[in-house]
């Protein structure tokens, strides 16, 4: 029983069993018991998660657009004096591919390797605070200092020929950037090694999860054309860098983005945002609008941002999602959030557009 509510009656088949119980309230204590008591201590009470405040205030800027269209692809928060914005600005005398916020202002960059020529970048992500990944046409890396190439050098064997939209890891020993084509690469800390993906359609995000006890991975790829018709493929690279593909119900339906904090739990967005449970149910959020949504990340189940395309920004508190109508300013790219802050990134009339959202 819950309380005094009976949420079972039967026989478990296993020593361990998981049972599911759901229709429970945020913020709220609930005490389950065994009847009759199958051991000491067949009694438990738990407290729900509450759900996270929507309100938020905000702060637009725009860059370039002068001399050629500009546009911010992805954004990284390391901390309130520590973002970047990654993407290609067209100024009146210059061109740039970064923007640094420093806690105060923005300031444009050139984000390039030693060595190597400038061009777009598409993709962000932090392992640490001078641990961060960029990808353009090559995959670079930022010491806190300067960036460095990690490409195709006579020692890592790196084999490019593609954009990388997106890059994920768990340390500089360990990896994975994903990108047009069905193009996978890891890095282990030495080589680069091509996993084969096995569909040759745009992967446009990658995340993941370790498992600190098994010290496994587990990482999921969404791959699917965004404005062409085609396969859309829910990818998971294993352990031992072969991939398998995962059960995607809505074959009708385009998959961008996806993001977790557990393998029990999965979000994913596109055309539609979706949920998958711990039982492996996939299930859509019908009250939302139809509006492809590119990018979603979180805080927690609880703290869950969507953005994407007509200015589309939704927040996800754990029991409902609000829509951000009056920040509709631009086409968002991407999005990420660190606690209190929010950053998402896009396009609009040829100018980058910057948003910060503070809770």
Request: glycine residues 10%.
């Amino acid at each position: 029983k819950r309380d005094t509510h009976t949420v079972f009656r039967g026989k478990l088949q296993k020593a361990d069993t998981l049972l599911y119980d759901s229709n429970l309230q945020p913020a709220h204590s609930y005490t389950y018991r065994s009847f009759p008591a199958l051991a000491e201590g067949s009694e438990l009470t738990i407290t729900t998660m509450d759900t996270t405040s929507h309100d938020f205030t905000w702060q637009t800027y725009e860059f370039g657009g002068q001399t050629g269209s500009s546009v911010f692809y992805d954004v990284s928060i390391i901390s309130p004096t520590d973002i970047w914005a990654v993407g290609e600005i067209h100024t009146e005398n210059d061109k740039y591919n970064a923007a640094h916020w420093d806690g105060k202002k923005w300031e444009l960059k050139k984000i390039m390797a030693s060595g190597y020529g400038f061009g777009a970048v598409f993709s962000l992500f932090k392992i640490k605070k001078n641990e961060i990944w960029a990808g353009g046409s090559i995959p670079m890396k930022w010491n806190g200092h300067e960036w460095y190439f990690y490409g195709s050098l006579s020692n890592t064997n790196y084999q490019g020929g593609f954009r990388i939209k997106k890059v994920w890891g768990t340390s500089s020993k360990d990896i994975y950037a994903v990108g047009n084509g069905g193009n996978i690469r890891h890095f282990d800390g030495q080589k680069w090694e091509k996993i084969e993906s096995g569909t040759d359609f745009d992967i446009n995000d990658i995340w993941g999860m370790n498992d600190g006890q098994t010290g496994e991975n587990y990482i999921l790829c969404p791959a699917s054309y965004k404005y062409k018709l085609g396969e859309k493929k829910l990818l998971s690279i294993q352990n031992d860098n072969t991939v398998i593909e995962e059960n995607w119900p809505y074959t009708d339906r385009r998959i961008y983005s996806t993001w977790f904090r557990n393998n029990q739990k999965i979000m994913l967005c596109g055309a539609g945002v979706f949920k998958r449970n711990r039982l492996g149910i996939w299930k859509e959020y019908s009250e939302l609008p139809l509006i492809f949504t590119n990018r979603i990340r979180g805080n927690a189940l609880n703290d869950v941002f969507v953005a994407g395309d007509f200015g589309f920004l939704a927040h996800f508190n754990g029991l409902n999602w609000f829509i951000y109508e009056a920040a509709a300013i631009a086409l968002f790219h991407s999005i990420d959030i660190k606690h209190n802050l929010v950053v998402a990134v896009g396009e609009k009339n040829s100018k980058a557009v910057i948003l910060i959202m503070r809770r």
